[in-house]
């Protein structure tokens, strides 16, 4: 059984940067795509980026991937989502996903290309 569990969220400053981690327990790590999406308050669940199982990652938009990064660690079974230059608007529950299918090489946008999904983790941004 495949379990996965964020952490790193918290409360920080308009301009911070932040890491969000996310350890994936069960199936070949290896194998899996690794998404990021987040929740802000009032709104639908977003996507903001991912990784594949060799490691090329996309983004939602410019305004993320000019200041986020999302890399993963197969030896820890952790992918990370490293945000800086937070801005009030990146306020949000951010969840860790893991792509419905192995070796997966195309692009992720969207919810339904994965299928596990953690707790979350909440990011609180005071501006």
């Known amino acids: 059984q495949v379990q996965v569990v964020e952490s790193g969220g918290g409360l920080v400053q308009a301009g911070d940067s932040l890491r969000l981690s996310c350890v994936v327990s069960g199936g070949t790590f290896s194998t899996m795509g690794l998404g990021w999406f987040r929740q802000p308050p009032g709104k639908e669940r977003e996507f903001v980026g991912a990784?594949?199982?060799?490691?090329?990652?996309?983004y939602s938009g410019d305004s993320v991937k000019e200041r986020f990064t999302v890399w993963r660690e197969n030896d820890k079974r952790t992918v990370y989502l490293e945000m800086n230059s937070l801005k009030p608007e990146d306020a949000a529950f951010y969840y860790c996903?893991?792509?419905?299918?192995?070796?997966?090489?195309?692009?992720?946008?969207?919810?339904?290309?994965?299928?596990?999904w953690g707790q979350g983790t909440q990011v609180t941004v005071s501006s």
């Open positions: 990784v594949t199982w060799s490691g090329t990652s996309t």
């Open positions: 996903a893991v792509g419905r299918f192995p070796y997966y090489s195309g692009t992720y946008y969207d919810e339904s290309q994965f299928n596990y």
